[in-house]
């Protein structure tokens, strides 16, 4: 079942395909330092969402937006759709929450990204893997802020 908003006054049907993975690991993915994509967009994302970060929800409806042949949206337009969204709920603050809720649901219940939010967790497996070797104080918090991310997305997924 796809995520729907409304956007513009129109409905969007947010569906999580091929289509929108491949875009989503193309514009949010990580580069490696000589500038080769890692396509870890989709983990990137789930790990926004975990977060609650608004900047993930504003980049997935930009992009999916951009998927059905649609002109660029700007960010008036985003914020406008999501707060009709939330609106859309008894209060406000349960509203937000659904909002990512239902956006991680979505991309869970797809075996395009579900299946990239797994690799993703191992890739970040083998950072941590590497980062407890270390002893030094930045490494020491990386190694923690990698094990609560990861203890939240193995959690929800």
Not at 115 to 128: F, G, H, L
Request: charged fraction near 40%.
């Amino acid at each position: 079942m796809p995520f729907n908003i409304e956007v513009k006054k129109k409905p969007l049907e947010i569906k999580f395909n091929y289509g929108l993975m491949f875009e989503v690991n193309k514009k949010m993915g990580s580069k490696t330092k000589e500038g080769e994509p890692i396509n870890d967009g989709v983990g990137t994302l789930f790990a926004h969402l975990l977060e609650q970060e608004d900047e993930a929800v504003f980049q997935l409806i930009r992009l999916a937006y951009k998927t059905k042949g649609q002109e660029k949206l700007g960010d008036a337009d985003i914020q406008e759709a999501i707060e009709k969204y939330v609106e859309t709920h008894e209060d406000v603050e349960k509203g937000y929450e659904c909002l990512f809720n239902e956006i991680k649901e979505e991309m869970l219940n797809s075996g395009f990204f579900r299946k990239k939010i797994q690799k993703y967790i191992e890739n970040i497996e083998r950072a941590q893997k590497n980062l407890e070797k270390k002893t030094d104080e930045k490494s020491q918090e990386q190694l923690e802020a990698i094990r609560e991310l990861l203890q939240k997305m193995k959690k929800d997924i």
